[in-house]
């Protein structure tokens, strides 16, 4: 795993807090859709990020409004990173006309370009295609905006990494590639499907920087990722960033995951970076205890706010079926 230089890039105080706030409403969220689910309040496949809240945190943190993400089907985590609102989120979870897709696309199709959230994909691996489409139409503008493409593990395995990351380098694309290494391919473990030991070291390949990153670490995470959204601003290619972590729950909401141990999924869950960041920012005197109370209890109400606007806004008419699908339609 490498280390930060000397001189490398870290968070005041102000961008500290801006990543907790953006941890908490993660786990938040989460929290409350695993509610809403069990209650029986939603149907629809659900796929946790919990226990992976730094790295989207950390990285939207050093994002402006108008730099984009793309992420995949269990990136729900990466979305409400970039502040998307919450109220759209729930609509959309929910199946109702008010979401972000009129209640068409569901948990797995979110998007919401107003906040950089580009496309969310149910195809493994294919956000690093589409994000190399973004940053090359910011390289042809000269915008300074970059991309993150966000995907897993397993997805490092597929034509299409190795494809985006080529193309990338070849053409110094303002994109950094995020793999959120949780260590599980779905249902597989990471020894028993890479051949490598870091995915990191496949940047080397492809001309590019390459490097193995703490995921649950903010300030190690922060220094990457600054290092890698500068390089990227600056006009000097994409970075490829492995972020070790690990995930509380199955691939997907109801699995049983037992190809995980019970003792490797304890100390995870004992090494939670959330409370331990917390602890942190009280010790440094970065936060009060009463402050950060205060944070989580409007993060808390935010979330409350969307579950009652999705409950409440209405199914889509039957109209939906057909609209959005040909921009002129075409009679049979």
């Known amino acids: 795993m490498t280390q930060a230089s000397t001189n490398a890039a870290s968070p005041d105080a102000k961008t500290q807090l801006d990543i907790f706030r953006r941890m908490v409403r993660i786990e938040r969220n989460d929290d409350a859709t695993r509610t809403q689910i069990r209650r029986g309040r939603i149907t629809a496949p659900y796929y946790s990020a919990r226990g992976q809240e730094v790295i989207p945190a950390t990285i939207s943190a050093l994002l402006n409004k108008d730099d984009k993400i793309c992420t995949i089907y269990r990136g729900i985590h990466d979305m409400v990173a970039k502040d998307m609102p919450l109220r759209p989120l729930w609509a959309e979870i929910m199946g109702r006309v008010d979401g972000t897709c009129k209640g068409k696309g569901g ?8 906040t950089g959230v580009m496309v969310t994909t149910g195809i493994v691996g294919s956000s690093m295609p589409i994000a190399n489409g973004f940053a090359w139409a ?23 990494f190795h494809e985006a990351l080529n193309l990338a380098s070849v053409w110094k694309l303002p994109v950094i590639f995020v793999c959120q290494n949780n260590r599980f391919a779905e249902h597989t473990r990471y020894e028993n499907g890479t051949s490598v030991d870091q995915i990191s070291k496949r940047a080397i390949g492809y001309g590019m920087p390459g490097y193995t990153v703490d995921g649950n670490d903010p300030f190690d995470m922060y220094a990457h990722a600054h290092a890698a959204i500068e390089r990227a601003r600056a006009g000097e290619g994409p970075t490829l960033l492995e972020c070790m ?33 917390r602890q942190k920012l009280i010790d440094s005197g970065v936060a009060t205890e009463e402050q950060l109370a205060k944070l989580t209890a409007d993060i808390e109400a935010e979330v409350a706010d969307a579950i009652e606007f999705g409950s409440n806004s209405e199914p889509p008419s039957v109209d939906e079926l057909r609209r959005d699908v040909f921009a002129e339609e075409i009679p049979a």
């Open 245 to 277: 972590t690990f995930r509380f729950h199955g691939h997907v909401f109801g699995d049983a995951d037992n190809y995980m141990t019970k003792e490797e999924k304890d100390a995870a869950i004992a090494a939670d970076p959330l409370p331990r960041f």
């Open 107 to 114: 948990p797995m199709h979110l998007t919401h370009p107003e």
């Open 138 to 160: 910011s390289l042809l503008d000269g915008s300074k905006q970059v991309t993150i493409a966000y995907f897993g593990d397993g997805a490092s395995n597929i034509g299409a």
